[in-house]
């Protein structure tokens, strides 16, 4: 069986994002397990808030397009996602909308999802990783794995390499190697 591709990005685009830095470090550790990765920026996929009447005269953004068929290149997809007033940001809730609109929606339901969140609170974005997972689990019908990444305290959490420390390191692990394994059920 092939190796499958993964995708990973984060739901902030802010500089010096403690999302992007999981990103980033979740990329340096699926590479060291030799699956095929990508590293993408939302910056780079800019979209118009969701609007119905936009949608009506001008279908979905090209972004939205681009992006969704980036999700089909790729068959595990992480989702590192910030959390603000105990939800899923604005970000991420308007990326996950408007791909919901390309062709019905498709791409969700063929696809492995994990999710990460760092938050320099206590909770680690935990409410923000729940809240992601009930809108891809329920609206979009995706499969979102039980394992995820939650970093507390994100700015303290990293060792100078870069890793997370100790248990945290481990059970980020743990999310990985279930991506990569569930991430394998798509490659045809
Ligand atoms: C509007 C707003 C609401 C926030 N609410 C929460 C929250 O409920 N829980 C939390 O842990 N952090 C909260 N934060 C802090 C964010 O976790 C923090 O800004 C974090 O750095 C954002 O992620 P990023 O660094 O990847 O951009 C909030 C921040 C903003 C701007």
Redesign the pocket.
Known sequence: MSEPKLLVF?????T???????ASFVVRRLTARAAHVSHISLTDYDMPLYNGDREKADGPPENAKKLCALFYEHQGIFI?G??????I?PLTKNTIDWISRVEKGAVFRSRAFALGG????????Y??LMATRQVLELGCNAFVQPEMISVPQ?SKAYDANGDLVDAALKSADRCLDALIANAKRYVS
């Open positions: 984060a739901g902030s685009v802010r010096g994002s403690l999302n992007e830095t999981l590192a910030p959390e603000y007033n105990a939800g940001t760092a938050s320099d609170g206590r909770l680690g974005a409410r923000s994100a």
